[in-house]
């Protein structure tokens, strides 16, 4: 069966220092994976998402970056973080009749 | 701008009752739909996936798909205390992203 992995579970980190937060999935190949973040008591923003190796759509201008070594690894990254950046940042992959999410990582910036 | 629709809530049922939830999406093209149930702090859970227009069930949850109407929705059946939490209805054209509607808070009143 599918996992996703997702660490760490909680971070904080002063205003600009450097993130990188990792995804890796097990059980599939090629999925479509993504980054979203959440707000408290807000919804889901989609941050990043890729269909393959190499192939990263930003959906919104930002602080933040993200890269896909392999297949199944997905990598969110700031250079500098901003007090704006904190928040529930959650991973997820989806195949053609499935989507999951990692367990998430709550960060605060400080 | 592809666009999910929620009643933001909260949505008061007591034990016992059904409780309904709905959602509205813009893209015609939209081919898959998911449940999902957010408890406080938690990341999302998959609760139904539905892809054809009808009625789909799973124990105590009925997911229901109108794509002419461009609504779907979410029926609980039997609502337990334990089911309050946030319900988030995600759409998706396939290899597109999953868009995420702000979600309904569902409070089960014992």
């Known amino acids: 069966s599918q996992t996703i992995h997702q660490w760490p579970a909680t971070l904080v980190q002063p205003v600009g220092s450097p993130l990188s937060l990792e995804c890796t999935v097990e059980g599939t190949s090629n999925p479509n994976l993504y980054w979203y973040r959440q707000a408290a008591g807000r919804g889901l923003q989609l941050l990043f998402y890729?269909?393959?190796?190499?192939?990263i759509s930003s959906e919104v201008p930002q602080n933040l970056s993200a890269s896909r070594p392999q297949d199944r690894q997905f990598i969110l990254s700031s250079k500098k973080l901003l007090l704006s950046d904190s928040g529930f940042y959650l991973c997820?992959?989806?195949?053609?009749?499935?989507?999951?999410f990692g367990q998430g990582t709550r960060l605060t910036v400080v | 701008q592809k666009e999910v629709e929620q009643n933001s809530g909260p949505l008061s049922v007591p034990e016992g009752a059904i409780a309904s939830l709905n959602c509205t999406y813009s893209d015609r093209g939209s081919q898959s739909f998911f449940w999902y149930r957010q408890y406080s702090g938690k990341s999302p859970e998959l609760i139904m996936f539905i892809y054809s227009n009808g009625d789909k069930e799973d124990g105590r949850f009925t997911a229901q798909l109108n794509k002419a109407s461009q609504y779907v929705s979410l029926l609980i059946r039997d609502s337990q205390p334990s089911d309050s939490a946030t319900y988030l209805c995600a759409v998706t054209s396939g290899n597109t992203p999953l868009v995420f509607g702000k979600g309904t808070r569902l409070s089960v009143i014992a």
């Open positions: 890729s269909v393959g190796i190499g192939q």
């Open positions: 997820a992959w989806s195949g053609a009749t499935e989507a999951f």
